[in-house]
């Protein structure tokens, strides 16, 4: 209930109670848990922890398994143990556990988790992969099957994000961008599938569309960059997908009145709008957004611009605005690797309202908080002239 109620933290110190009350039980020994209830609690324990631990950005709690995949399980439970071991390797290298590992291989960390995220891949039917009606499913084989590719699409984009945003301004190493913007857009293609279904239109999960609209951030920031530095030529379908995303977020929370959906589909509205010359939103708009980052709307002087975003803008011609004239900005910063280590200590009546709502909260009440980003970009748009 924690995590679709949008309460990750909360959900994280619950799964940990339940684990240490596992392990004090020793069902987490396989010559101990010999029934399958005991073994099910169990694997929904530590692959819940380790979900969670990924997205707060902090270690996970059980180094080993013990039990090993038995060969007769459905289809779901063998791509969730796949992933969710994988999951591990990912957070173990985010947390810079590896580096000794890393020195002794002959290969990148990251490329030998690659390799282990495609043979994961093998483990999908094929037919998963096809672009089936949603509504000839049954509810349960729908959800199960879009969930385990979003898991999975998560997981590729975990991965790649930190050395994406590392690499961003060198055109030579661009294949950890490839990876995380296509990983993206899978992510919000395969979620929109789930909520365009009559059956799971309404499911609410504030987790899961936080972790999309997540995605779809990321694929904005791809599409600020300029022209120079990737290739537009799937530039219009990507803005397709992003504002798809906050129509599909505007009706849902319009349906089950959703903080998550409502902050993100006004976000995405307001970049949107901003890149091409249309933002009319408040002149100072900045959010904080738990686990992911921050981001700051503003405006500067039209003379102080050094490159515009906007296709119908050139440089040339603002050089030649007056200085009355203004052009409007976006700052983004990110925590790629551990996105939930904020300078903040969340102590004071702040620190006991993120506690009670956490995702839920009014990113807007979070904008002048001091926090420390590893990666920081500011963006130019299309200003209007004030």
Not at 51 to 63: A, D, E, K, T
Not at 159 to 181: A, C, E, G
Not at 294 to 299: D, E, L, P, S, T
């Amino acid at each position: 209930l924690c995590i679709n109620m949008g309460k990750p933290r909360r959900a994280w110190a619950t799964v940990r109670s339940a684990i240490n009350c596992a392990l004090l039980l020793g069902i987490h020994r396989p010559n101990q848990c010999l029934e399958p209830r005991q073994q099910s609690l169990w694997s929904q324990a530590w692959q819940l922890d380790r979900q969670l631990s990924s997205i707060l950005g902090v270690p996970y709690s059980v180094p080993h398994l013990h039990h090993s995949l038995e060969p007769n399980l459905p289809v779901v439970a063998r791509i969730m143990h796949s992933i969710n071991s994988i999951v591990s390797k990912v957070s173990d290298l985010n947390q810079g556990l590896t580096e000794a590992q890393a020195a002794a291989s002959a290969s990148a960390p990251i490329e030998e988790i690659e390799t282990e995220i495609q043979n994961c891949a093998t483990l999908f039917p094929n037919e998963w992969w096809s672009v089936i009606p949603a509504d000839s499913m049954s509810f349960d084989a729908l959800y199960y099957r879009q969930v385990c590719k979003m898991y999975f699409f998560q997981l590729q984009k975990t991965l790649h994000l930190p050395n994406m945003l590392k690499t961003f301004d060198d055109p030579n190493q661009q294949t950890s961008r490839k990876i995380t913007i296509e990983a993206c857009r899978n992510l919000v293609s395969t979620y929109e599938v789930l909520r365009n279904s009559s059956k799971s239109a309404l499911v609410i999960c504030d987790l899961m569309d936080f972790i999309v609209f997540s995605a779809a951030l990321i694929i904005t920031i791809h599409l600020l960059t300029p022209p120079s530095s990737r290739n537009t030529a799937r530039d219009a379908d990507d803005w397709n997908i992003v504002t798809h995303l906050a129509q599909t977020f505007r009706q849902l929370a319009g349906a089950v009145e959703c903080s998550v959906a409502q902050q993100a589909a006004t976000l995405l509205d307001y970049l949107y709008r901003v890149h091409h010359g249309m933002y009319v939103g408040p002149e100072e708009y900045a959010v904080i957004i738990p686990w992911f980052g921050k981001v700051r709307i503003g405006y500067v002087p039209r003379r102080r611009q050094t490159t515009s975003l906007s296709p119908q803008t050139s440089l040339s011609n603002t050089q030649d605005q007056n200085s009355s004239s203004f052009c409007s900005t976006i700052e983004f910063g990110i925590n790629g690797a551990t996105p939930g280590s904020f300078a903040w200590s969340g102590s004071g009546p702040w620190g006991s309202q993120f506690t009670y709502d956490e995702l839920g909260i009014d990113w807007t009440s979070l904008g002048d908080i001091e926090c420390d980003y590893d990666w920081i970009q500011l963006f130019y748009g299309a200003g209007n002239e004030n």
